[in-house]
């Protein structure tokens, strides 16, 4: 069974960084992508960053270019998530996914993915 686990949430002030971690475990092939969810309260789940296996490309949302950067390790089976000039609005609760078909790389949408982190909250205060 595969597994996904998130650490390195945590409290910052405006303009922080926080660097998100996901190690995956298991046998069990995971799909082509892994990717970073987020969820606020009262609002849905949106994509944050995806990466594509083996040539790495990456697709961000529009509200994080710039400031977030997603990184795999294929080797180790993991995936970052580096935050830089966080913002209030990127307060949510953060999910790891992995998943997807060869085409996984041109979408955020996370009905793709199949197999999902418990979460790891980040709260950015102003």
């Known amino acids: 069974q595969v597994r996904l686990a998130e650490s390195g949430g945590g409290s910052v002030q405006t303009g922080g960084s926080l660097r998100l971690s996901c190690a995956a475990s298991?046998?069990?092939?995971?799909?082509?992508?892994m990717g970073w969810f987020r969820r606020a309260p009262g609002k849905d789940r949106e994509g944050v960053a995806v990466?594509?296996?083996?040539?790495?490309?990456?697709k961000y949302a529009d509200s994080v270019k710039g400031r977030f950067t997603i990184s795999r390790d294929d080797s180790n089976n993991t995936a970052i998530l580096e935050m830089n000039n966080l913002k209030p609005e990127d307060t949510a609760m953060y999910y790891c996914?992995?998943?997807?078909?060869?085409?996984?790389?041109?979408?955020?949408?996370?009905?793709?993915?199949?197999?999902w982190g418990q979460g790891t909250q980040v709260t950015v205060s102003s």
């Open positions: 996914a992995a998943g997807g078909g060869p085409t996984c790389y041109a979408s955020l949408s996370p009905v793709q993915y199949n197999v």
């Open positions: 298991g046998n069990t092939w995971r799909g082509y992508c």
């Open positions: 990466i594509y296996y083996q040539t790495h490309y990456t």
